[in-house]
Nanobody, 116 residues
Framework: VQLQASGGGLVQAGGSLRLSCAAS????????MGWFRQAPGKEREFVGR???????YYADSVKGRFTISRDNAKSTMYLQMNNLKPEDTAVYYC???????????WGQGTQVTVSS
């Protein structure tokens, strides 16, 4: 599966952005999907994930502010980010996995910059 992340940009603290991750292929609905981010000088970190069945899980740092959803008919996953903070500044990546394996497919990343 090929993934294309989009929707990043520059936003002021307290603002919102919605990222999209479009997937190729007809089997999108069978994949678990996730969002990760990497800030300058830091390791990539988990943001959240959605199972093929629609269950969602989040990192504590974004819980209550970020919401992951998926539209299997459009082969697209979303990340709604509200109440953004400067520490959310990072390149955001979407990823896919089959079953309970590691995330094996990655998108190219989209930059999110939150100004204070």
């Amino acid at each position: 599966v090929q993934l294309q992340a989009s929707g990043g940009g520059l936003v002021q603290a307290g603002g919102s952005l919605r990222l999209s991750c479009a997937a190729s292929g007809r089997t999108f609905g069978t994949y678990g999907m996730g969002w990760f981010r990497q800030a300058p000088g830091k390791e990539r970190e988990f943001v959240g994930r959605v199972t093929w069945g629609g269950n969602t899980y989040y990192a504590d740092s974004v819980k209550g502010r970020f919401t992951i959803s998926r539209d299997n008919a459009k082969s697209t996953m979303y990340l709604q980010m509200n109440n953004l903070k400067p520490e959310d500044t990072a390149v955001y990546y979407c990823a896919a996995r089959s079953g309970s394996s590691s995330f094996e497919y990655w998108g190219q990343g989209t930059q999110v910059t939150v100004s204070s």
